[in-house]
């Protein structure tokens, strides 16, 4: 009988498709993926990968046992969610993921509260820029400014972003056509609020980016130009004023999102009530 965490071990690397991936992703160095690996081939006679320098490609025997893996790793994750919903200890841990500037500015600073409230109920707080795969156990609830799309999730609207231009008073004084801009990095032209600041450019440059809002934030405190940031960052900020703009800034969305199996506890119910209430205060759906 193989070793039920070789097969674990296999099927991430099948997923990440390399043993440094598959290393990250565990928490373990790449040497002990591949000796779980070669140690699962070993039980079942059967070579699962090829070992190429930079990747791990499948064996089509490989193929073939990394999808009944898969099958197995989702009947875990699923015992695992049925019985952390099934729970009623006294104390838990529930691990929220949410975008950055939503982890570092709307929850973090109410977390005092919920701990006050709730002294038996852990918060584990993820900023993470990347979805987070609840069908992979990597968070018990997501925050998110898309909406899901994942079948299963339970979904609820709980807040809208509101954006807008901001720059030092310094900066504002200065004639329109003067204005120099900051923005995220082409990768993320994508992005709503990108997608308006570039509309409103007028010819006129953009001459910093930063993957984050953090790092836009600093450079338009700093006097370097203006950045299209959420209100609850920009408003709150003495050294930034909101600037005037003829189009319409951007709204988006905030959802809320969890399996059902998880929702059941009194644990994940407290916190989800939490995270609806503290962002709805902050970001209503509907502007003040």
Request: negative net charge; charged residues 20%.
């Amino acid at each position: 009988m193989f070793d039920w965490q070789d097969l674990h071990y296999f099927s991430v690397l099948a997923r990440t498709g390399s043993l440094s991936a598959a290393a990250r992703e565990l928490g373990v160095d790449h040497a002990t993926v591949g000796r779980r690996v070669a140690s699962l081939e070993q039980s079942l006679s059967l070579r699962l990968v090829d070992r190429l320098p930079r990747r791990s490609p499948l064996t089509a025997e490989g193929s073939a046992i990394a999808e009944l893996a898969e099958e197995m790793a989702r009947l875990s994750q699923a015992i695992d969610r049925r019985a952390r919903g099934l729970t009623n200890a006294a104390t838990a841990t529930v691990r929220i993921s949410a975008p950055p500037a939503v982890a570092a500015r709307l929850i973090a600073p109410h977390v005092v509260e919920f701990h006050r409230e709730h002294p038996d109920i852990t918060l584990a707080l993820a900023g993470a820029s990347h979805n987070a795969a609840l069908d992979r156990s990597e968070a018990d609830v997501a925050v998110r400014m898309t909406r899901p799309t994942e079948q299963d999730l339970l979904i609820r609207r709980i807040g809208a972003i509101h954006f807008a231009l901001y720059a030092t008073r310094e900066q504002a004084a200065l004639p329109p056509e003067t204005l120099a801009f900051i923005a995220y990095d082409s990768t993320l032209d994508h992005l709503t609020q990108q997608v308006w600041l570039r509309a409103i450019l007028a010819g006129r440059p953009i001459i910093f980016q930063a993957s984050d809002l953090f790092g836009q934030q600093e450079a338009a405190r700093a006097g370097l130009g203006a950045a299209a940031l959420p209100c609850f960052m920009g408003d709150n900020d003495p050294m930034l004023v909101k600037l005037d703009v003829q189009e319409p800034p951007p709204v988006r969305d905030i959802w809320l999102t969890a399996y059902p199996d998880v929702s059941r506890s009194l644990a994940m119910r407290t916190v989800m009530t939490f995270l609806a209430d503290i962002i709805g205060r902050e970001c209503p759906i509907r502007a003040p």
